[in-house]
């Protein structure tokens, strides 16, 4: 794919997952952050750093914004208005209104827009909504979510509700997003978040965040996220509960799924997900983008339009966690 000339924006943790994944597709990359870290990381991965993003930018047919969120909307306007298709890392703003005026231009740019909600391309989650797709589980009636981290006291950012929208926007997101993608739209969201939510967190801050989501479908999903201490393990798990049996998956545990009570064969559910373990989620990702923005491909598995819903629903949370009370998604039924 030498054809691809990508500007990425940031120097960042996430930008050290995208680069290597564009220059083993051949990319052409220019690298650009304003924290004097673009030279570093173009040392390590064979890219060129420049010194403004207007340089970056310039010439590229896709730029890859990988900077703190409060960025996201000046960044991938200018990208658009350049004419460069957008990988944009989630969420795609911090606000509807943002998320919504990034997509319409894109839409009447005629660009492609995709947020970088990579949770879709890890193989358990992948493996799940194949399995719900299939009726594996019969109809779904319940499902929880969770993932617990590390506060993420390295960058000041993430901590300031102003820059990231705190941990139901920056990290639950990604669970908002499955959640959707499995079950459908969501048209009622009550929230609560608690612990150190304000910046600067110091070393040792905990922060945690729950959401009951209710989809039209009629199921009801929970959503659990913590920003944790630092020696606390990543960990991510996941039980879905139907008709026709449960799933459970838990990250420390194993990368594989069981399906428990079910009388069908849903095509290997009960047994260990297939596919290789050692590839990147992030390669994979970017693969399937490149592909599209390419032409060479389909569309790919998360759209525009997903990352516009998943920050309704983020933003949705944070009003319910603000006022104590469940909060309606605009469009749903009274």
Not at 114 to 120: A, D, E, F, I, T
Not at 284 to 294: G, K, M, S, V
Request: net charge neutral; with cysteine; charged share 20%.
């Amino acid at each position: 794919m030498a054809e691809l000339d990508v500007a990425l924006i940031g120097a960042g943790g996430i930008a050290r997952t995208h680069l290597p994944a564009w220059t083993a597709l051949g990319a052409r990359v220019r690298i650009y952050a304003p924290d004097g870290h673009a030279p570093g990381l173009a040392r390590d991965f064979g890219a060129t750093a420049v010194g403004t993003r207007q340089e970056a930018i310039a010439g590229a047919n896709v730029v890859d914004v990988c900077s703190p969120t409060d960025t996201h909307r000046e960044i991938a306007l200018a990208a658009l208005a350049a004419g460069a298709h957008v990988l944009c890392e989630k969420p795609l703003a911090l606000t509807t209104a943002d998320a919504e005026l990034i997509a319409d231009t894109a839409r009447s740019a005629r660009l492609r827009l995709y947020p970088g909600h990579v949770v879709r391309f890890f193989p358990a989650y992948a493996r799940l909504r194949e399995l719900v797709a299939a009726g594996a589980l019969g109809r779904v009636a319940v499902a929880r979510f969770t993932r617990t981290g590390r506060y993420p006291t390295w960058s000041p950012w993430f901590a300031d509700p102003e820059r990231s929208g705190g941990i139901l926007v920056d990290q639950m997101i990604h669970d908002f997003d499955i959640a959707r993608w499995l079950f459908g739209e969501v048209v009622r969201v009550h929230a609560d978040q608690r612990g150190h939510l304000t910046s600067p967190a110091p070393e040792g801050a905990v922060a945690s965040g729950t959401a009951v989501l209710t989809h039209g479908s009629g199921v009801i999903t929970q959503v659990v996220g913590v920003w944790a201490p630092p020696a606390t393990p990543f960990r991510t798990t996941f039980h879905v509960a139907g008709t026709g049996g449960t799933l459970s998956h838990d990250s420390l545990a194993s990368p594989g799924l069981r399906v428990t009570g079910s009388d069908r064969d849903a095509a290997g559910a009960d047994g260990i997900l297939s596919g290789d373990f050692g590839q990147s989620p992030y390669a994979l990702q970017i693969a399937e983008f490149a592909a599209a923005f390419t032409g060479r491909g389909p569309e790919p598995r998360v759209t525009a339009e997903d990352g516009v819903a998943a920050v309704r629903i983020a933003e949705a949370a944070t009003v319910s966690a603000r006022t104590g009370r469940a909060v309606r998604l605009e469009g749903s039924p009274a």
